[in-house]
């Protein structure tokens, strides 16, 4: 292991002999890991990792961290909100990882897609919005409806799949006609529908907003 100072960064960390060129010793023995949304760009949250967490990072290509209360842990091995690495990135010191990923869920044990408030403000209204779809599904799965409990409208859409592909097909014509008659603000409101319906419709079929982000971010490459 190379606990000197020399110059690592820009490393792009793949193996073990890259992990050999890491200063854990600088931190006594733990990097500092900012986890960055590999698809926005947000920051999600800043964490530690050991060289075992490192290790286990690579060979599982989820992410692993340590914390100096804790110890190890997996991310998201109990919640579900793992994070698949797309890649991970030494700084000039070697003492600290950029690690870009594709969240499967918040980052934030307080629900939120960033553990940096403002972070989470500007990124979270499509993932909030999906979480609220989620949840909506979630409910609407495990109890059985009664008189009492009127259902909200997007329970209507997740338990009708004829309206739900009713609407999903308006708001494309709307969001179209929109854009054909050059209705900028109209544009905007039709296009806030249509994501809507899209991510309920894809709810209904077991699709999250993370697995097409995954997609976008393959296409990207």
């Known amino acids: 292991m190379n606990d000197s100072n020399?110059?690592?960064?820009?490393?792009?960390?793949r193996s073990s002999?890259?992990?050999?060129?890491?200063n854990f010793a600088k931190g006594n023995g733990l990097l500092t890991v900012v986890a960055q949304d590999a698809v926005s760009g947000a920051v999600l949250m800043v964490a530690h990792a050991d060289r075992s967490a490192v290790e286990r990072t690579l060979a599982t290509g989820e992410m692993h961290?340590?914390?100096?209360?804790?110890?190890?842990?997996?991310?998201?091995?109990t919640s579900g909100n793992v994070q698949a690495v797309?890649?991970?990135?030494?700084?000039?010191d070697g003492d600290a990882l950029l690690a870009r990923v594709l969240p499967a869920g918040p980052a934030c044990?307080?629900?939120?897609?960033?553990?940096?408030?403002?972070?989470?403000?500007?990124?979270?209204?499509?993932?909030?919005?999906?979480?609220?779809?989620?949840?909506?599904?979630?409910?609407?799965?495990?109890?059985?409806?009664?008189?009492?409990d009127r259902p909200s409208w997007t329970q209507r859409l997740l338990g009708d799949a004829n309206l739900r592909h009713k609407k999903l097909g308006e708001e494309a014509v709307e969001l179209t006609m929109a854009c054909m008659e050059n209705d900028q603000a109209r544009a905007a409101e039709e296009g806030a529908d249509l994501i809507?319906?899209?991510?309920?419709?894809?709810?209904?079929?077991?699709?999250?907003?993370?697995?097409v982000r995954r997609v976008l971010h393959?296409?990207?490459r």
């Open 6 to 13: 020399t110059t690592v960064g820009g490393l792009a960390v």
């Open 17 to 22: 002999a890259d992990i050999e060129r890491l």
């Open 65 to 77: 961290y340590t914390s100096r209360t804790r110890g190890s842990w997996h991310k998201g091995e």
């Open 86 to 92: 797309v890649s991970l990135t030494a700084d000039c």
């Open 109 to 148: 044990h307080e629900g939120t897609t960033s553990c940096f408030r403002e972070v989470a403000l500007a990124a979270d209204e499509l993932g909030a919005l999906d979480q609220t779809i989620a949840a909506r599904a979630n409910a609407l799965a495990s109890s059985a409806p009664t008189t009492a």
């Open 196 to 211: 809507y319906h899209t991510l309920v419709a894809l709810r209904a079929v077991g699709v999250s907003l993370a697995d």
């Open 218 to 220: 393959t296409r990207a």
